[in-house]
Each structure stands twice: as C-alpha cells, then as structure tokens.
C-alpha cells in the first residue's frame, strides 16, 4: 500500500466511519452541520444575543429549553456568572474553529513545502527532514506543548505555533512519496524534458495532481486539531478569559456536572458533532478521491 492510500484511522473506528461515509444521510447531515459551523465562525458577534462576557447574577445557573425554569431569554441558559451560554458557545466555538484552521493550514503548508523539499535535494537534506518527521512522530507532541506553554508562557503566537506543529510530519511524509512517485511518470518527464524548471515542474504539474491526496489530509487532520486545541484549553494552557474556546467552556462547566449540567455538555457535544461531522466529510472525500479504496 502506497503512503496515499495508508488509512489514517484504523480498526473499529475507521469502520464506523466508512460506513457512515457511505450513507448519503450521514454525510448530508454533516455538511450541514459544517455549514453550520463556518456560518458562526464567520458570524458568530452578529448573531450572537448577548455580549459574551456579559455578567447578570440576577440570572445565574438558569437551565436550558425545555427545563423547568427555563427562559426564553436564555436558551441555553446561563453559567454561574449570570452569562448567555448560547452567545458564549457562538464565539467560543469562532474561536476554536480559527484556531484550527489557521493551525491545520499552517501544518499543511509547512509540511508540504518540506515534502517538496526533501523529494527534489534528495541525499543529507532528505535524510534531515525525514529524521525530523520520524522524530515529530515518535515524540508525544500533546506533553511537549504543555513543556513548552509551561517554559515560554501562554501567548497567542506562542499557541499558535503550537497547533500549526501539529500534525506537519504528516503532510511532510505523505508529499515526499506523492513527489517521488509523480516526477518519474510520464507527463513529468515530458516537461522536463522541454526544458522547463524544476519549480514550474513542481508548481504548476505535480502539485495539482497530488492535491487530492493533501486535500484529504486537511480535512483528517482538522478534526485532530480541534481536539487538540480543546484539550489544552480545556487544562486551562490554551485560550484564557476574558477570551473563551470550547474546550475553556468544557472546563468551566466540569465542575457542575450534578447542579448544572449543561455548562459542560453544551460546549462538549458540539466538539464530538464537528469533529464527527468532519471526519465523516473527510473520508467521504477520501473515497471519492481514491476510487481504488471502494470495496
């Protein structure tokens, strides 16, 4: 098997997800709930009821539609500060939603120009970044973004570097291989043999026809970001008040699972909808793209 076609997820969970990849209402579904979600990330401080930050202990703890007590008001009631959690979860999940894509397109970026780099050098340069990505692998990325948010601080530079690391040795690996097996077929050769430049070569032939490949990628890996990033927020090392993020709601809320549940399952089921809905989205694509992966 080709590192193309190597299934990123395995076992039982890559077979609940091809199955579900395969079933037109699934993967409707998720489109719409994507949809949804790149509607608020784009719209989240138009759409949203309240300020997000705004504090009305009169109204504190009320419960979400269709509870007893419950206001209309609030619909998804409120936090212990009195503050709207359905205008919280608008711009929390804006911002977890950026974050991603910036540090999801950012890996892929650096990832692909890395690929790029070590197919075309070839010798020491492609021994030093293949042993990169074999070290970025092997490594737990998850404790040494807390080392290093622990060493240098919590910035938003600092954090974003932080997610576009993650998951480049990827995207590095997968556009090497696509690289070294694309300039060797013919239409490759054609080129070159014309006459045309490396860059040209690379640029305006190969990567097209390895974009599908990368395309896929993206869309794979972007739910592993989200739960990244949700995750260090959720430690309270990523995104901080008066900022919020899903994952900063989740740990907010851990604490009122029994008085006030909803604090933590709000926020928390719409991180496992987006990253099931994109995940499904991904290996729909995936099959489309790699008609020889349909059984």
Known sequence: MSVAQEPLVTGRRWRVLTFLARTP????LALAWMTLMALVMVFAQVIQPYAFDQVNL?????PPQPLEGATWAHPLGTDTLGRDLMSRLLVATQTSL?????????????????????????GIWDE??????????????FIIALAILAFMGNSMPVFLLIMALYGWETYAR?????????????????????GAPPRWVYVRHILPNIAGPLLVQLTINFPSTILFETSLSFLGLGIRP???SLGQLLGEGR??????W??????????????LSMSILGDWLRARLDPSLET
């Open 174 to 194: 997968i556009t090497r291989g696509l690289v070294l097996s694309a300039r060797e077929q013919g239409y490759a050769q054609a080129v070159r043999a014309l």
């Open 262 to 275: 909803w604090l933590a399952v709000v926020p928390g089921m719409t991180i496992f909808f987006t990253t």
């Open 255 to 260: 604490d009122y699972l029994i008085s006030a």
């Open 242 to 244: 008066p900022m919020t």
């Open 25 to 28: 209402t699934a993967v409707t």
């Open 128 to 141: 030093i970044v293949m042993g990169a990505v074999d070290f970025q692998a092997a490594m737990p990325w």
């Open 58 to 62: 009169m109204a504190r703890m009320a």
């Open 98 to 122: 950026l974050l991603a894509a910036l540090g999801t397109c950012l890996g892929a970026v650096m990832g692909v120009a890395l690929g790029f780099w070590a197919a075309h050098r070839g």
